[in-house]
Antibody, heavy 121, light 115 residues
Framework: QVQLQQSGAELAKPGSSVKISCKAS????????ISWIKQTTGQGLEYIGY????????NYNEKFKGKATLTVDKSSSTAFMQLSSLTPDDSAVYYC??????????????WGQGTLVTVSS | DIVMTQSPSSLAVSAGETVTINCKSS????????????LAWYQQKPGQSPKLLIY???TRQSGVPDRFIGSGSGTDFTLTISSVQAEDLAIYYC???????????FGSGTKLEIK
């Protein structure tokens, strides 16, 4: 069965960076894009961007350009998201998710369990 | 960006009742090339990740009970939950995928409480 397993909660200081992982299993990793989504109480669900797990190509929502960097390690079927120059506004739960269809981004049939990032001095 | 507006923001019903949740998009989600509406619905229970319920506005994801029904077209969509059960306590979100990624957007959510 398809599973997306994310890394654990992070506590980070303002100005630092964190790198979250999302390990996929149960399907051909390079056939489906991995997307990342931010969830906060105030802003709800926000789409950050996606990575083409086959080519490594990325596409970011304008709001998250310069904030998020998406990478992939095909050998371990793992996608990563690095968040840089952290501020308290980056405190949120971050999800990785896989699309319903291969080779595109549409609805999200599978989600990781979420990674809580807390930014505090 | 396409703005997704959900209503109501919360509601409380008794078990066995029927619930209607609305989602309105700032522009049409109906693609003329295939006559499909690019809208999905999710359920997020407390402490869990969102779960896909519906895509293409009315296609139920495998394993989703048939009491969850998606309908609508263009800019106005509805998620109907018939014979609500206690386990349906959750926040429900709509999401459009008409816009080219990464411009996907979600509604602000509707919190369903069971009296």
């Amino acid at each position: 069965q398809v599973q997306l397993q994310q890394s654990g909660a992070e506590l980070a200081k303002p100005g630092s960076s964190v790198k979250i992982s999302c390990k996929a299993s149960g399907y051909t990793f390079t056939s489906y894009y991995i997307s990342w989504i931010k969830q906060t109480t105030g802003q709800g669900l926000e789409y950050i961007g996606y990575i083409n797990t086959g080519s490594g190509g990325t596409n970011y929502n304008e709001k998250f350009k310069g904030k998020a960097t998406l990478t992939v390690d095909k050998s371990s079927s793992t996608a990563f998201m690095q968040l840089s120059s952290l501020t308290p506004d980056d405190s949120a739960v971050y999800y990785c998710a896989r699309s319903g269809y291969d080779g595109t981004v549409n609805w999200f049939a599978y989600w990781g369990q979420g990674t809580l990032v807390t930014v505090s001095s | 960006d396409i703005v997704m507006t959900q209503s109501p923001s919360s509601l409380a019903v008794s078990a066995g009742e029927t619930v209607t949740i609305n989602c309105k998009s700032s522009q049409s989600l109906l693609y003329s090339g295939n006559q499909k509406n690019y809208l999905a619905w999710y359920q997020q229970k407390p402490g869990q990740s969102p779960k896909l319920l519906i895509y293409w506005a009315s296609t139920r994801q495998s394993g989703v009970p048939d009491r969850f029904i998606g309908s609508g077209s263009g800019t106005d969509f509805t998620l109907t939950i018939s014979s609500v059960q206690a386990e349906d306590l959750a926040i429900y979100y709509c999401q459009q995928y008409y816009d080219t990624p990464p411009e996907l957007t979600f509604g602000s959510g509707t919190k369903l409480e069971i009296k």
